[in-house]
């Protein structure tokens, strides 16, 4: 029986990729380091500090240090407030977290994130779906995904066991970080990325959208049953 689906935010609960990857794009350009957009998407679900840390490599051929991963996050984390965004909720999320509600499962969100801003949202578009107690964000963390730490920690604050639970993620490394997490993971693809980045990742099932998901997932509650060998769907 699932007791718990925990839920990445970004590119999951709002349609708030597109303005991250241009606030990470204009900060970093800023910088005098180019970067695709596509590489945002690629390193959706770490960190901030660990994006940062990669271009630093790739650029420069070493990290940031603390004080320019600290700067340069709250630029983008400037920058991504004046796009003056309101990032919307997804499409069928919404519906899904009710779904899960009225299962009797608790939900959980997992986010690599720290942007403020959208904290502030989930409230008003999510009310009530997330305790302060069941949240795990970048603060929460010290590896961050991929590693399976955000995920762990998504288990203990639940007080449930990976085969109780289900991840809905959107990128592959937030899958890959359920995954090592020992957790079965449904991903949805909202992005530009192929499907098959996320069946590599390990990626059990994968739906286009929040929407298609908010069809299937009361079914998926009562069938899936990840105790079960390999995973498998009954
Ligand atoms: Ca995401």
Avoid at 69 to 78: C, D, L, R
Avoid at 96 to 102: A, G, S, T, Y
Avoid at 123 to 133: A, H, I, R
Wanted: with cysteine.
């Amino acid at each position: 029986m699932i007791k718990a689906v925990l839920f990445d935010m970004d590119g999951v609960l709002y349609d708030s990729m597109l303005y991250h990857v241009q606030a990470w794009h204009e900060t970093i350009l800023s910088l005098g380091i180019d970067s695709n957009p596509d590489d945002y998407y690629l390193f959706e679900g770490m960190t901030g500090h660990a994006t940062i840390d990669i271009l630093f490599n790739r650029e420069y051929g070493h990290g940031a240090t603390e004080k320019e991963k600290q700067t340069i996050y709250a630029q983008k984390s400037g920058r991504f407030v004046e796009l003056n965004c309101e990032p919307r909720p997804m499409p069928g999320a919404k519906e899904v977290l009710e779904i899960v509600k009225q299962s009797g499962a608790k939900r959980v969100l997992v986010t690599g994130s720290g942007q403020p801003t959208l904290f502030g949202n989930l409230d008003k578009d999510f009310p009530g779906s997330f305790e302060k107690g069941l949240m795990v964000t970048s603060y929460d963390v010290k590896f961050g995904k991929p590693h399976p730490e955000p995920y762990l920690l998504g288990l203990e604050k639940a007080g449930v066991t990976a085969e109780e639970a289900l991840v809905v993620e959107n990128a592959p490394l937030g899958v890959q970080s359920a995954v090592a997490a020992g957790i079965y993971t449904i991903a949805v693809n909202t992005g530009p990325l192929p499907d098959s980045v996320l069946s590599d990742a390990g990626a059990r099932l994968i739906f286009p959208s929040m929407a298609a998901l908010a069809e299937k997932i009361e079914d998926l509650l009562v069938k899936i049953n990840p105790s079960a060998s390999h995973f498998s769907l009954l």
